[in-house]
């Protein structure tokens, strides 16, 4: 099967700019989280869906940080605007059911901010 | 709420050694944990999952632990080799369906 599927890999933005990130989950997988890793550290949950509700999004900063997963496929989290200290690896994850099958990431996005 | 420590943060090791990766979380209820491998600049790729009700997960030379009373989990790598030099995080899968992560190992192993 495909893995999960992010784009773009790299993307490299002015402070104050917007910018999109887009995840296609396994197909199949009713579960979507997107993390925020920084250099050095262990990924931090921004949000999980199950199917197009968002569950879980307590630690997403919604001044800046939106989400959506329209028709509960694929997703796309969004930061406008953009701010140095969002520099980071953002990365998508899907589960088909994670109590049982854990989780499957993609690649991630790396971002910088200048 | 969830806590999730790895020990050590960084690790090197001659070619051939044993690797042990420990992997402590606060909380006991759990579903599962999962162990990951993280190559600079990639995503996670799954390298073991190991259920609650489970005491060990086994592919090649990796050996996963779980002692979910106490609370730690171990990753064993046999006969290390330099292509096993990554970070390996440890995650742990609880209320909520929510995966808590740990720091990560950074390992290297010298040729």
């Known amino acids: 099967e495909a893995g999960v599927v992010q784009s773009p890999r790299y993307k490299i933005i002015e402070k104050k700019q917007p910018v999109a990130f887009w995840c296609n989950p396994i197909s199949g997988h009713n579960t979507l989280y997107w993390y925020l890793q920084n250099l050095g550290q262990g990924p931090e949950l921004l949000i999980r869906y199950e199917n197009e509700e968002a569950v879980d999004d307590s630690q997403l900063p919604k001044d800046r940080f939106s989400a959506e997963r329209l028709k509960g496929v694929d997703s796309t989290l969004k930061i406008q605007p953009a701010e140095l200290g969002d520099s980071a690896v953002y990365l998508c994850?899907?589960?088909?059911?994670?109590?049982?099958?854990?989780?499957?990431f993609g690649s991630g996005t790396r971002l910088t901010v200048v | 709420k969830q806590e999730v420590t790895q020990i050590p943060a960084a690790l090197s090791v001659p070619e051939g050694e044993n690797l042990v990766l420990n992997c402590s979380f606060t909380?006991?209820?759990?579903?599962?944990l999962q162990w990951f491998r993280q190559d600079p600049g990639k995503g996670l790729t799954s390298l073991l999952l190991i259920q609650s009700s489970q005491r060990e997960q086994t592919s090649g030379r990796l050996n996963a632990s779980l002692d979910k009373s106490s609370g730690r989990s171990t990753l064993y790598i046999a006969a290390s080799q330099p292509g096993d030099s990554a970070t390996y995080l440890c995650?742990?899968?609880?209320?909520?369906?929510?995966?808590?992560f740990g720091g990560g190992t950074r390992v290297l192993v010298k040729p």
């Open positions: 995650a742990v899968n609880a209320a909520g369906n929510k995966l808590t």
């Open positions: 994850a899907s589960s088909r059911e994670p109590g049982h099958y854990g989780y499957t």
């Open positions: 909380d006991s209820a759990i579903y599962n």
